[in-house]
């Protein structure tokens, strides 16, 4: 082949030809090049068989334009590398700030403690003539510390002109109802004369309660109200809160203690200051919370939840099959809980494992044999049998007994659940209370006695001119409610 000339007047070959390039075929389906004996293309394995060679011209062309995109895809996959580093770095990030609060949250945060009350010795009775609570006590154990006087006779019977809405209580001295003409109403222990009477927006759904000198009502729009004892007059008026308040209060340490729909809520007993409040949702809020050290538990549409009084938190909760509550109790450390058909027990001081909220997926790699089975929430025992439709209980120092509605008695054991005795009576119309004699149910019409040992029945006592629908014993006797508004004092 000729040379040139160059600019020096020398002769530069050419170089060498064209046809030293390999033959080239081009892909019909992705547009890249390759081997001409190949029949695949190496991009997209797509068939190659039919495509025709490339000329030498053509063949430059296209390779050239097939290095110009590898190197594009190289720097695409470099971004690519780039970018999937950072968000594996982010995700990374994400998860060790998630454990690292989850760790600080569960492990090392103490929150500020609860506000300490402005009168701290404010808290419920303990005396033999009081009655405080509609249960009796912090506990809610439905334990008097006087005989039953169910074979007294009238000290005096007062007529409320209505019925009362609620259980009676007593500091000792007055004796507190809530009629269902909307009107707390407060009578004279001595004589049963009419002290006082306060209207109301609306009948309380739950009993009031009594500490120092005043009387602590909740009502249903989710609001508290404080009177003085003596007068009547209203002391403080708390603001509206969300949800509504159907259980009675609760005093302790000079908190006022509300359980309601939406929330467990504490007041300043002598301000109405609201001190604390742990939020939730629950269906049912009927039963009245229960205090045992410084815990207080309340019994809500599904579970029981245990709060610390002094840290404001929740510390343990126990589950149930999305049931109503009937009754709960505590005392010396363990808390009782009587939901429909099913009672069970557990420590105050429980807590739930570290692991608490990851056993909802724990379950279902369970179910479909992933993993092992789940470890139980602590509990003493759980599943004891009870009525279907149960009263407040009444507990002692070795058994719970409760009352059915439909006249079922039953004696379960505080240690383990077991059945120790059931019986069949009247049905009950109100909670039984236990006496130093005996354990006392209200009938329709009349009073038992029952031996708490043994489920017999010690005294039957009839009231044919009444129609009973509450009780409550003191040392200053025994106080009977009827549907018609008589109240009648038994010494």
Not at 178 to 183: I, M, V
Not at 232 to 250: D, H, K, Q, Y
Not at 354 to 365: G, H, T
Not at 375 to 398: K, M, N, Q, Y
């Amino acid at each position: 082949m000729p040379g040139r000339v160059g600019g020096g007047g020398h002769m530069v070959s050419a170089g060498p030809a064209s046809s030293d390039a390999r033959p080239l075929k081009l892909c019909p389906s992705c547009g890249r090049t390759t081997d001409a004996d190949s029949n695949r293309c190496p991009n997209c394995l797509a068939d190659v068989t039919q495509s025709a060679v490339l000329g030498v011209a053509a063949a430059e062309v296209h390779a050239e334009a097939d290095r110009v995109d590898d190197v594009q895809r190289a720097r695409r996959r470099r971004r690519r590398s780039q970018r999937e580093i950072w968000i594996r770095r982010a995700i990374v990030g994400a998860v060790l700030a998630y454990v690292a609060w989850w760790g600080y949250s569960t492990f090392i945060y103490e929150p500020p403690p609860v506000p300490i009350a402005s009168s701290p010795a404010i808290g419920l009775s303990t005396a033999p003539e009081a009655w405080p609570i509609e249960d009796g006590n912090a506990g809610g154990t439905r334990v008097a510390q006087a005989p039953s006087a169910i074979g007294g006779t009238a000290a005096w019977s007062t007529d409320l002109g209505g019925a009362m809405k609620t259980a009676m209580v007593t500091d000792g001295q007055h004796l507190f109802i809530a009629s269902d003409s909307n009107e707390i109403v407060a009578l004279d222990l001595a004589t049963g004369r009419q002290l006082w009477a306060q209207p109301l927006q609306n009948a309380p759904y739950s009993a009031p309660t009594v500490a120092g000198n005043l009387l602590y009502v909740t009502l249903l729009q989710g609001k508290v109200i404080a009177f003085h004892v003596d007068t009547g007059e209203v002391a403080w008026e708390g603001p509206n809160t969300v949800g509504t308040f159907p259980s009675s209060p609760i005093v302790a340490d000079g908190v006022v203690y509300v359980f309601g729909t939406h929330g467990v809520f504490g007041f300043d007993a002598i301000t109405g200051e609201r001190l604390m409040g742990v939020e939730h949702e629950s269906t049912w809020a009927t039963i009245t919370p229960v205090i045992d050290g410084p815990y207080v538990s309340a019994a809500g549409s599904s579970d029981v939840k245990v709060i610390n009084r002094e840290s404001g938190l929740q510390s343990y909760f126990l589950e149930f099959a999305r049931s109503e509550p009937y009754s709960l109790v505590a005392d010396n450390g363990e808390v009782f809980a009587i939901y429909r058909g099913t009672a069970s027990a557990f420590d105050v001081t429980s807590r739930r494992p570290w692991w608490e909220r990851f056993r909802a997926a724990w379950s279902q790699a369970w179910i479909i044999g992933w993993a092992p089975a789940p470890t139980a929430p602590p509990t003493l025992w759980f599943g004891g049998d009870a009525p279907r439709e149960s009263l407040p209980a009444v507990l002692t120092e070795d058994r719970l007994l409760i009352a059915g509605r439909t006249g079922e008695l039953v004696a379960l054991s505080r240690a383990t659940g077991e059945t120790l005795w059931s019986t069949t009576t009247e049905p009950a119309v109100a909670p039984p209370v236990l006496a130093t004699d005996g354990l006392l149910l209200a009938h329709r019409n009349s009073l038992s006695l029952v031996d708490p040992a043994t489920g017999d029945t010690i005294l039957e006592r009839p009231f044919p001119d009444l129609v009973l629908t509450r009780i409550t014993v003191t040392a200053h006797g025994l106080f009977i409610g009827a549907a018609d508004g008589t109240v009648r004092l038994l010494q």
